[in-house]
């Protein structure tokens, strides 16, 4: 397929992380759109468009946060990111006994911390190689208890909030796209679209994640961090300066090939087969891939792709590797059934399920002694293609 549209599969130095390894030529990636932030604004009709097809087709997409206003969504967006990379370092820092006084699975929750190789990334249960903390919207912004927070995290509340907004407000401006191009029902319409349905202010499981991943060992070609899966609810804006993140391209979709032809096979090329493709990380961007709430809400339309956390490709993979990860999710109470016009409104079996059923399920399913079996989301969807055009 023809890669015009597409990020370059070798952006120029200015497109590096100057303090890190750079990211190889040597490696197939993923074919993501580059949509501008500062056109979606403006209400582009050719970057909506762009904007709907990377939604519909793979459900990836690199958003430029480049933005005229320093003081708009996508500049205070990569200030909040740049100072949260070094808090949740403080954090990963800490001694692993007193991290683990802020796991709070056995109280039915996924906020709070999760250790390295507590959960699963395959039905064989091979454990994970990373860990990670929730930061729960609810909490910062007042909507529920505060929950016991370590000390060395509690000062940054502030932050956490501005980042909050921000990245609802980006995740409100996808939502308020799509509005207009799916057939929505006349009653979801009326009530305001997909946009009402994730109201700030309204009790859901939306975080903030810090996740840390030690560096990786490539040469046994199994150097998974996160398994493969889709994600849980609706939108999910994504910052990481390494490598790392792959998604499982579908059979109509091909990865760009390597840059670099004579800089020989590495060692991950055995994570490269069965459709996986590298997501290179590009300063200034963050990672926009929607989730399952918004496959069920439209019906198949709309694509949650399967992807999965492995090694950072060459050098990359000598370096610890963190993530910022912001999850917008429906409302708690919100049921998860098609939203659109002929489909299967009244929601029956597991189309019926709430947000919060629905999350619970998946969050602690991989953190319980068999139960991958039982936490899965629309990968099946994802697989069989799931795009109803």
Known sequence: MPHSDHASPSPPPSETFADLPPFPATV??????CISLQKLLARDPGEEERCWKACCE???????????NADGIGGSLLRDAEQLFEV????????????????FKEQGSYFGYKGYGEGVVDRMGTRDKNEFYNISKDDILGLSEKLPCPPVLDPHRPLYTSYIRSA???????TSLLSTRLALTPRVRDAGGLQALHNL????????????????????????????????????????????????????MAAVPPGDVDGGVGAESGLCGHGWAYVR??????????????VKFSEGTLRSNIHRVVAPPGEQAKVTRYSLVYFCRPGDA???RS???????????EEGVTAKEWILRRALGRRTEGGWEKSGGTEEVSLRGGVKR
């Open 88 to 103: 949740m370092k403080e954090f990963f820092g800490l001694e692993v006994e007193e991290k683990v006084k802020y796991d």
């Open 334 to 336: 919100v049921r998860l």
């Open 281 to 294: 990380p590009l300063p200034r961007h963050c990672i926009i891939n929607l989730g399952d709430a918004l």
């Open 168 to 174: 609802h407000a980006l995740c409100m401006l996808v």
């Open 58 to 68: 793979l459900g990836f997409f690199y958003l430029d946060l480049h933005d005229e």
């Open 201 to 252: 202010d309204a009790r859901s499981g939306d975080q903030i994640r810090f996740v840390k991943a030690p560096p990786q060992d490539l040469d046994d070609g199994k150097a998974v961090a996160l398994g493969e899966h889709t994600d849980f609810g609706s939108v999910t804006v994504l910052f990481n300066r390494l490598g790392g993140l792959q998604v499982r391209l579908p059979a109509h």
């Open 28 to 33: 197939p990636t993923a074919p993501l759109l």
């Open 339 to 349: 939203l659109v016009e002929g489909g299967d409104g009244e929601g029956e079996g």
